[in-house]
Each structure stands twice: as C-alpha cells, then as structure tokens.
C-alpha cells in the first residue's frame, strides 16, 4: 500500500508565495516521474508541473517562471514552490507519483487547497 501525503495549502494575498509538499510511504521500490495537477471549481483538471527521478522538470504555460518543482529522491517527496501567486492560482492542488512496488502504478494525494485572494 502506498500513500501522498500533501501539505501546505492556505490562503494567501496576491503576489504570495506558498509551499506545498508531498509526501510518498508504503512498500516503495522507488519512484519515476512525481508531479502536481490542480483544479478549480468549474474547470478541468489542470498539469501544473513534473519532475522525472533525475530531476528533469516541465511546467505549464501559465505558471512557467513563477512555480518551481523539486523532490527530494531520500525522503520520497515533491515540493511546489508558488511564487507571485495570482487569483487564478486559486485550486485543489493534487500530487502524483509513478511508484514501483510489484509493479508500476499512480497514486494521488488527497488535495490540498490554494486560495489567491485579498
């Protein structure tokens, strides 16, 4: 059994900056590609970031230059840096994570909300 664990979701003004992490445990072999979707209410879900196990990063257009990936490989955690947030930063933030235990499958953490607003 493998479980996300996500943290760090809040409200915060315009131009803030959050952090969310993403904790993966359980009867892990290891980890490929981690990532965050989000969604907001009324929209479909939306890829924000992944990060590969050697660090490769992608973003979507509407966040390159302002959120950061990271994962720290020992803890099995993904990191999302959020800087100069903006009102349509506002969503449930998801996690994934590819996990190799018998055999590869995606897990999900259970959101974490993000509200952009003054």
């Known amino acids: 059994q493998v479980q996300l664990v996500e943290s760090g979701g809040d409200l915060v003004q315009p131009g803030g900056s959050l952090r969310l992490s993403c904790a993966a445990s359980g009867r892990i072999f290891s980890i490929n590609t981690m990532g965050w979707y989000r969604q907001a209410p009324g929209k479909e879900r939306e890829l924000v970031a992944t990060?590969?196990?050697?660090?490769?990063?992608s973003y979507s257009d509407s966040v390159k230059g302002r959120f950061t990936i990271s994962r720290d490989n020992a803890k099995n955690t993904v990191y999302l840096q959020m800087n100069n947030l903006k009102s349509e930063d506002t969503a449930v933030y998801y996690c994934?994570?590819?996990?190799?235990?018998?055999?590869?499958?995606?897990?999900w953490g259970q959101g974490t909300q993000v509200t952009v607003s003054s």
């Open positions: 994934y994570a590819n996990v190799q235990t018998s055999y590869v499958g995606r897990y």
């Open positions: 990060i590969t196990s050697v660090g490769r990063t």
